[in-house]
Structures are given as structure tokens and as C-alpha cells.
């Protein structure tokens, strides 16, 4: 994935050349910064579930347990989308199917995380690992809403950027014309 077979750079040319990383970097840009928001991702639902889980006493634990629930899933299904990116799994099943999966699992856990961190918001006895679980709840909330913005964004930058300038591929005045003029 980083280091693609079929670079530009000559035979013995040193790996540390410019024209070797700037090829490398313009192919791969969008990959690096997809895995760079996963792994954002990855550390703040690991956050949440470590500030979660040093909460000792609770009141109201309905909220205290949704938002375990909550955030040991956004942590577990994010990391096996780290694992998809970063193995052979993201070429066997297409690109186009991996973001839309992506993207599906990115809403529904940036709205649950949302949801779950009102909840224990709402119910939190006020110590101050609830409120430092909340506080990393909303921030990998707001994370994964992100990724979501980001990858809505991309792929309408994409079919519009695909788009020929006739949509409906409808013939126009000089497309009727035969070729050869007949007397």
C-alpha cells in the first residue's frame, strides 16, 4: 500500500530522493490521510473506553453502561477498519466497497457516540472521570462525524469531477451529420 511496485523512480536511485517520495506522496496522499483519521479515531474511542473504565461509583449506571457499550464498539469496529486499510483485504474487496461500508459505520457510530455521550452527560454523578469521559466522547464523536463530513465531501468532489459535459448523452447538431456527404 505504501510502497507500491510499479514507482517511477530508476533502478539505483537512492530510496531518500525527492522524485521518489513526491510520486509516492501524490499516489498514496489520500490513503495516508484516511489511515491518519482512523487511527485519530482509534485513540480517542481508546480514551473514552480507558476514562469510562476507571469509573468507580456510579448513580444513575444506565448512562455509565450505554456509553461503555457504546465506545468498546466504536473502538472495536474502528480498529477493524484499521485493519482493513492496512492489509491486503482493502484491494481483495474494491476500494468503492470498503468506503461505502466506511461511511455507514462512521454515521452509525458517530451518532450512537454522540447519543451515548448526552446519555452519560445527563446521568453522570460529576466526578471528574465522567466528565473527562464525556469529554473524549463528544471529541470522538465529533471525530467520526468529521470522517463522515470528509468522505461525503470527496465523494461528491469525485462525481463531479466525473462528469462528461453531456449527461444524459444526448446527440447534439454535428453528432446527426453523416460523415461522408453523399450527392
Not at 25 to 41: G, M, S, T
Not at 67 to 87: D, M, N, R
Not at 137 to 146: C, E, K, M, V, Y
Request: net charge negative; glycine share 6%.
Amino acid at each position: 500500500m505504501f510502497f507500491p511496485e510499479n514507482t517511477l523512480w530508476q533502478e539505483g536511485e537512492p530510496v531518500y530522493s525527492c522524485s521518489y517520495w513526491r510520486h509516492l506522496f501524490a499516489e498514496d496522499i489520500r490513503d495516508l490521510i484516511q489511515l491518519e483519521h482512523v487511527i485519530c479515531l482509534q485513540i480517542l474511542s481508546l480514551l473514552a473506553v480507558i476514562c469510562e473504565e476507571i469509573v468507580e461509583d456510579c448513580i444513575n449506571c444506565g448512562g455509565l453502561y450505554f456509553f461503555e457499550f457504546t465506545s468498546c464498539s466504536a473502538f472495536l469496529l474502528s480498529l477493524l477498519i484499521l485493519c482493513v486499510y492496512c492489509t491486503d483485504v482493502y484491494e481483495t474487496f474494491g476500494e468503492d466497497k470498503v468506503q461505502r461500508v466506511n461511511f455507514g459505520a462512521m454515521i452509525a457510530i458517530g451518532v450512537l457516540f454522540l447519543l451515548a455521550s448526552i446519555v452519560l452527560a445527563a446521568t453522570s454523578s460529576g466526578s471528574a472521570v465522567e466528565k473527562a469521559a464525556c469529554v473524549f466522547g463528544f471529541l470522538a464523536s465529533g471525530a467520526f462525524l468529521a470522517e463522515v463530513a470528509t468522505e461525503y465531501f470527496h465523494s461528491r468532489k469525485q462525481n463531479t469531477d466525473g462528469c462528461s459535459e453531456n449527461p444524459a448523452n444526448t446527440p447534439n447538431a454535428t453528432e446527426n451529420q453523416p460523415l461522408n456527404k453523399q450527392s
